[in-house]
C-alpha cells in the first residue's frame, strides 16, 4: 500500500475582480442557474520531468491533477464566489533531484469557449521522505467570478487547473505517450 504524505500546500486567493475574505464554507444560498464546470486541462494534466531520451532511467519528479471539485454561490447581481479543490498525485523517478519538489500550477476562468477572463499560477510542495508516490490536495478559496448583470448563469464561465509545463513537457503530453511505471517503459498510442 502506498503511504499517504501530506503536502506542504501554497495557494493565495484567485480572483477576476477582486479577492475577498469571509467564510471558508460556502453559504446555503439557492443559486439561480449552474455553478461554472471545473475540470482539469487535458494537455496540461500531467507533470513528467525527463533528462534525456524517454525512458525509465531519465524521468525526474512527476505530478498528476488527478480531479477537480467545486462549489459555488451567486445570487441577484452578486459575482459568482466559487471555492476549488484539487487532488493531485506525485511521483519521484530514478533520476529525481533530491526529496521534494514544488510544482507551478494554473487555475484559469473562462468564457465557456472563449478567452481566458483571468489566469492565475500557483505552487503545491510534495515532501516524498522514503516514498516514490505522495498524494495531497490544495484548496483555493473565493474565486471570484463577476457578471454583468442578474441574467448571466455560473454555466456561462468555466474554471480549468493544469500544470505550468514548459513547450518540451506539453509536447510530451500531446504525442500521447504515456509513462508506465510499472514496466518501465513508454507507450506510444495505439493507431
Avoid: H, W
Amino acid at each position: 500500500m502506498i503511504p499517504l504524505q501530506r503536502l506542504s500546500i501554497s495557494a493565495a486567493c484567485l480572483a477576476a475582480a477582486a479577492c475577498g475574505g469571509g467564510p471558508t464554507e460556502l453559504d446555503t444560498i439557492t443559486n439561480p442557474a449552474p455553478c461554472p464546470q471545473a475540470s482539469v486541462l487535458f494537455d496540461a494534466a500531467r507533470y513528467v520531468e525527463m533528462f534525456g531520451e524517454e525512458r525509465l532511467a531519465n524521468v525526474g519528479f512527476t505530478g498528476e491533477i488527478l480531479g477537480v471539485r467545486s462549489l459555488c454561490r451567486y445570487a441577484d447581481g452578486e459575482p459568482i464566489e466559487s471555492d476549488l479543490e484539487i487532488e493531485f498525485a506525485f511521483g519521484r523517478g530514478p533520476s529525481a533531484n533530491g526529496y521534494d519538489n514544488t510544482y507551478p500550477y494554473f487555475v484559469a476562468v473562462t468564457r465557456r469557449d472563449r478567452a481566458v477572463i483571468t489566469k492565475r499560477t500557483f505552487a503545491v510542495s510534495a515532501d516524498f521522505d522514503d516514498a516514490d508516490i505522495v498524494y495531497g490536495s490544495d484548496e483555493i478559496r473565493r474565486i471570484t467570478i463577476p457578471r454583468a448583470d442578474d441574467g448571466v448563469a455560473g454555466s456561462n464561465f468555466e474554471i480549468l487547473v493544469g500544470f505550468e509545463l514548459t513547450p518540451e513537457q506539453l509536447a510530451f503530453n500531446r504525442s500521447g505517450v504515456r509513462f508506465r511505471p510499472n514496466v518501465g517503459t513508454f507507450e506510444a498510442p495505439e493507431g
